[in-house]
């Protein structure tokens, strides 16, 4: 009589009980790895159904294999079960960073004012040693300062007395000869200085004893949205940072100024450039004119309704870019190449630029879009290679590079990008790029100027160098973003 192997019952137990627990699992990641997929929006009705098809097929497969009853082909079905649980795992870890950036740069944004209280190089007293002493502040930045003013004396326990000074070099005159002790200033603001002859070291001559950040809702916010991206004209402010700041949120001077008009149904895209120098009235100077660049230390809306002021036109959204930050990405993706059409070399580095192709990591990069000095265009030519990078890196993005460095690639986006555009506006567009397919026709101008100096509302006592516009480019300009809204294919003047 045969008598009955215990072990061997229990380990064909313990089998089929862990087999079960693995498909359990397999299906569940299964699952989830698809309802995470549906969840971005991004995928069309027709890309859902296959990844349902191509998840339940194997699905099927694992289980017909698991079932079967020769040793070898269950083992098959374990390693493919094993393998695509991986891939289910980590394919929900992927797409939950996409959406966790995703929400990052489209969250409510507040805008951040970093309001540093300065003394002389030398003095080394603390705040609270200087919350008696006389100080001095910018009459151009009272809400910002009466804020800073609020929040220092409710922490400090005491009341400043500050004298009201109306340009940045006034203020820091007063400071260096002891008019007052100390001054609080709009970090952006002070930076207008940069520009002015005998202030270019300033900082150096002054000591940083707090910052104190004030935040500020934001209100920039779209007024009529579009409904799905897919039937209307998208205007995008595009606001490049270039300070060595990398807090995306801080008011800070608009270096790039770039108007994209976005038309879907055509697929055509102007990409339109204003110079930084650019002197036009801003939104809050009350009609007196200063550089573009300066509306940027107000907020990101004084920006926008200046550029709306200038080209007669609205606005539907902002982009805020810090070209700082943008470092890390093109790093991530490898480098990108950029067609120069000047051969020099960076005023600021030692780099060097070839006329024609050249292949760029980050800071390179960097450089190529900071330069102007060495230029034949000057400022204009910088604006031609700011949007060269732009148009570069997005194209770099959309390649199978992408998929390789995915992780540092998305943790440089969240802290380089801030937009209004809504989530779900985004989400039909790539909806519309992955059921339509093909390229878009980028098509780009810049508007240009003479350089003189001038009074500005930022520094009314200083002339700085500034550009005044030529109507007739500005002209050409609100022509071609018509053209572009009226669903005409348009090709750039200064192609």
Same mark, same amino acid.
């Given at each position: 009589?045969?008598?009955?192997?215990?072990?061997?019952?229990?380990?064909? &137990?313990?089998?089929?009980?862990? *087999?079960?627990? +693995?498909? /359990?699992?397999? =299906?569940?990641?299964?699952? #989830?790895?698809?309802? !995470?997929?549906?969840?971005?929006?991004?995928?069309?009705?027709?890309?859902?159904?296959?990844?349902?098809?191509?998840?339940?097929?194997?699905?099927?497969?694992?289980?017909?294999?698991?079932?079967?009853?020769?040793?070898?082909?269950?083992?098959?079905?374990?390693?493919?079960?094993?393998?695509?649980?991986?891939?289910?795992?980590?394919?929900?870890?992927?797409?939950?960073?996409?959406?966790?950036?995703?929400?990052?740069?489209?969250?409510?944004?507040?805008?951040?004012?970093?309001?540093?209280?300065?003394?002389?190089?030398?003095?080394?007293?603390?705040?609270?040693?200087?919350?008696?002493?006389?100080?001095?502040? &910018?009459?151009?930045?009272?809400? *910002?300062?009466? +804020?800073? /003013?609020?929040? =220092?004396?409710?922490?400090? #326990?005491?009341?400043? !007395?500050?004298?009201?000074?109306?340009?940045?070099?006034?203020?820091?005159?007063?400071?260096?000869?002891?008019?007052?002790?100390?001054?609080?200033?709009?970090?952006?603001?002070?930076?207008?200085?940069?520009?002015?002859?005998?202030?270019?070291?300033?900082?150096?001559?002054?000591?940083?004893?707090?910052?104190?950040?004030?935040?500020?809702?934001?209100?920039?916010?779209?007024?009529?949205?579009?409904?799905?991206?897919?039937?209307?004209?998208?205007?995008?402010?595009?606001?490049?940072?270039?300070?060595?700041?990398?807090?995306?949120?801080?008011?800070?001077?608009?270096?790039?100024?770039?108007?994209?008009?976005?038309?879907?149904?055509?697929?055509?895209?102007?990409?339109?450039?204003?110079?930084?120098?650019?002197?036009?009235?801003?939104?809050?100077?009350?009609?007196?004119?200063?550089?573009?660049?300066?509306?940027?230390?107000?907020?990101?809306?004084?920006?926008?309704?200046?550029?709306?002021?200038?080209?007669?036109?609205?606005?539907?959204?902002?982009?805020?870019?810090?070209?700082?930050?943008?470092?890390?990405?093109?790093?991530?993706?490898?480098?990108?190449?950029?067609?120069?059409?000047?051969?020099?070399?960076?005023?600021?580095?030692?780099?060097?630029?070839?006329?024609?192709?050249?292949?760029?990591?980050?800071?390179?990069?960097?450089?190529?879009?900071?330069?102007?000095?060495?230029?034949?265009?000057?400022?204009?030519?910088?604006?031609?290679?700011?949007?060269?990078?732009?148009?570069?890196?997005?194209?770099?993005?959309?390649?199978?590079?992408?998929?390789?460095?995915?992780?540092?690639?998305?943790?440089?986006?969240?802290?380089?990008?801030?937009?209004?555009?809504?989530?779900?506006?985004?989400?039909?567009?790539?909806?519309?790029?992955?059921?339509?397919?093909?390229?878009?026709?980028?098509?780009?101008?810049?508007?240009?100027?003479?350089?003189?100096?001038?009074?500005?509302?930022?520094?009314?006592?200083?002339?700085?160098?500034?550009?005044?516009?030529?109507?007739?480019?500005?002209?050409?300009?609100?022509?071609?973003?018509?053209?572009?809204?009226?669903?005409?294919?348009?090709?750039?003047?200064?192609?």
């Amino acid at each position: 009589m045969k008598i009955p192997n215990k072990n061997r019952g229990s380990r064909s &137990l313990l089998e089929t009980v862990v *087999n079960f627990l +693995a498909l /359990v699992l397999f =299906l569940a990641l299964a699952v #989830g790895f698809v309802a !995470t997929a549906i969840s971005t929006q991004f995928l069309t009705p027709v890309l859902i159904a296959v990844l349902v098809a191509v998840v339940a097929l194997l699905l099927v497969v694992v289980w017909a294999l698991r079932r079967n009853r020769r040793p070898g082909v269950r083992a098959i079905g374990s390693v493919l079960a094993m393998v695509f649980c991986l891939v289910f795992a980590f394919g929900i870890g992927y797409i939950r960073v996409g959406l966790d950036t995703l929400n990052k740069i489209t969250s409510t944004q507040t805008q951040t004012v970093a309001m540093t209280v300065y003394v002389r190089e030398g003095d080394n007293r603390e705040l609270n040693e200087l919350m008696s002493a006389p100080w001095g502040t &910018l009459s151009t930045d009272r809400d *910002n300062t009466q +804020a800073a /003013v609020a929040k =220092l004396e409710q922490e400090q #326990g005491a009341t400043l !007395t500050h004298q009201v000074y109306p340009s940045p070099s006034e203020l820091v005159d007063a400071l260096e000869q002891s008019q007052v002790d100390a001054i609080l200033v709009n970090q952006g603001q002070l930076s207008t200085l940069e520009d002015m002859e005998g202030y270019e070291t300033v900082l150096a001559r002054l000591r940083s004893v707090e910052t104190i950040q004030v935040e500020l809702q934001t209100s920039a916010q779209p007024t009529t949205p579009p409904a799905t991206g897919l039937d209307q004209v998208i205007t995008v402010y595009i606001s490049g940072n270039d300070s060595r700041s990398n807090d995306i949120n801080s008011t800070e001077r608009s270096d790039v100024n770039i108007i994209a008009t976005i038309n879907p149904k055509t697929r055509q895209i102007l990409l339109l450039n204003t110079p930084r120098d650019y002197f036009v009235p801003l939104s809050v100077s009350g009609g007196v004119k200063d550089k573009l660049t300066h509306a940027g230390n107000f907020g990101i809306e004084v920006s926008m309704d200046t550029l709306e002021m200038l080209y007669d036109t609205k606005l539907d959204y902002y982009f805020k870019v810090n070209f700082s930050g943008f470092q890390q990405i093109i790093d991530a993706l490898g480098g990108i190449d950029v067609d120069s059409q000047y051969a020099f070399d960076s005023f600021i580095s030692d780099y060097t630029y070839e006329k024609g192709i050249n292949h760029l990591d980050g800071e390179k990069a960097l450089f190529y879009v900071r330069e102007r000095y060495n230029l034949p265009g000057g400022d204009f030519q910088r604006g031609v290679h700011q949007m060269q990078v732009i148009e570069a890196v997005a194209k770099k993005a959309m390649s199978p590079t992408i998929l390789t460095q995915y992780l540092p690639l998305m943790n440089a986006l969240s802290d380089c990008f801030r937009t209004n555009i809504p989530s779900d506006l985004i989400a039909s567009l790539v909806r519309d790029q992955l059921d339509q397919g093909g390229s878009w026709d980028i098509v780009t101008y810049y508007v240009t100027g003479s350089g003189s100096k001038e009074y500005t509302y930022s520094v009314p006592n200083w002339q700085l160098d500034v550009i005044v516009p030529d109507q007739t480019t500005v002209a050409t300009a609100k022509q071609l973003m018509e053209q572009i809204r009226n669903d005409q294919i348009i090709t750039s003047p200064q192609a």
